[in-house]
């Protein structure tokens, strides 16, 4: 029997379209580990995206972490999420793991980009990484999930399991695309 773990977001960012078109922070609450940028505008971008770096200030995800992150896009907003490094994911010795959620809402029309930099998996971590978004019709969303390998002491070790899951619904709550697999770090 499994038992459902409670999502409270340590982290919610709305993204709103300002009077002269462009995307900005709207309503935000950002706690522990977290701490979010100001909005950057980058060239090459599209006209008015926001760009956000979300940082973390504890060093990596760690065993029994559940962490998650909410972003909103309203109608007609643009907007790109990354993270100011890769992220370790620190070795897991008593057994338990830990988990990273993501809910991603795009309302009508909006660009939403969400692509951090890959997690640092190292010798003997467990990460359940969910991604769940929401799209109404018109909205885009970008999404990118990587993973790297690290053995600080050359010794050969691996990370032991590495759990993805991205779930995308339309705005009825419809399955639009389900991709989810499971790595083990010695395979």
Known sequence: MSVAIEFKPQAFIQFVKRPDGATGVG???VGYPFHLGRPLKFSGDPIGMSSLYLQSCSGGIFEGDNLGLQFLAQAGTQAHLTSAASTIVHSMTSG?????RVELEAEADALLEYLPDPVIMFPHANLTSEVEVRLLPGARV???????????????????????????RDAAGRLLVRDRFMLRGND
């Open 96 to 100: 338990e793991s830990a988990r990273h």
């Open 27 to 29: 309503r935000q609450l």
């Open 142 to 168: 970008l999404l990118g999930e990587a993973l790297v390998l690290h053995d600080p002491g050359s010794c050969g070790l691996a990370f032991d399991t590495y759990h993805s899951d991205t779930v995308v």
